[in-house]
């Protein structure tokens, strides 16, 4: 049972060059999220879904887009990348909002040169 | 604006004493109150979780409290031990009504260092 799986779990881009974070689950959760995690700062919410098919912006989704065409797979697309979004990218699932706990993978760390 | 904020930033305590991390909050409306920890290059593992009636929980060495009357929480850690380095996060959910999502705010988290 692999939980929550991110990849890649390093990358490094050029300014303007594009890339896709996967995220998979193999809980068979409802509910999966984009955070990005910056020194001194608590996680923030990029974009979630509440289950395949749907989307929705979160705190902080300009200069990123998500897809979620299967249940257990949540990406996170940088269509141009910029140095602001150097950061350490978190996914995470739950079955449900409410009570549950989510569950994170291990993060990708991100650098924009 | 809904905010959490921890305290102290970061604590260096020995091995085997007890500690207390502190969380003040002013989400609103509140639906749950958690506590993570994120081990260096880790993500964040779920503690506890303690709804609006609860106002105590334990996982372990790990017990939660929480005041809703003056939204605060605290977790308190005892007989530390080096594992329990890390950076420890509170998080509140706001209340959305029933399974809807309802948005959590995250503290900034306090970076504990247990030395031997």
């Known amino acids: 049972n692999a939980g929550v799986t991110q990849t890649p779990k390093f990358r490094v881009l050029k300014t303007g060059q594009s890339m896709t974070l996967l995220c998979a689950q193999d809980m068979n959760h409802e509910y999966m999220y984009w955070y990005r995690q910056d020194p001194g700062m608590g996680l923030r919410l990029i974009h979630y879904s509440v289950g395949e098919g749907t989307t929705a912006k979160g705190e902080v989704p300009d200069g990123y887009n998500v897809s979620r065409l299967k249940k257990q797979n949540f990406l996170l697309g940088l269509e141009s990348a910029a140095p602001s979004q150097t950061s350490v990218y978190f996914c995470a699932s739950s079955p449900r909002f409410g009570n549950q706990p989510q569950h994170f993978g291990d993060g990708t760390r991100l650098s924009i040169l | 604006k809904n905010q959490v904020e921890q305290s102290p930033q970061s604590l260096i305590i020995l091995e085997g004493k007890n500690c207390t991390l502190q969380?003040?909050?002013?989400?609103?409306?509140?639906?749950?109150l958690r506590w993570y920890k994120q081990d260096t290059g880790r993500g964040p593992v779920s503690l506890t979780i303690m709804t609006f009636s609860e106002n105590t929980k334990s996982n372990g060495r790990y017990t939660a409290t929480l005041d809703a009357d003056t939204k605060q929480s605290s977790l308190h850690i005892t007989a530390s031990q080096l594992s329990d380095s890390a950076s420890y996060i509170c998080v509140v959910s706001l209340n959305a009504g029933g399974t809807s999502y309802g948005k959590l705010t995250f503290g900034q988290g306090t970076i504990l260092t247990v030395h031997p």
């Open positions: 969380c003040n909050y002013t989400v609103s409306p509140f639906s749950n």
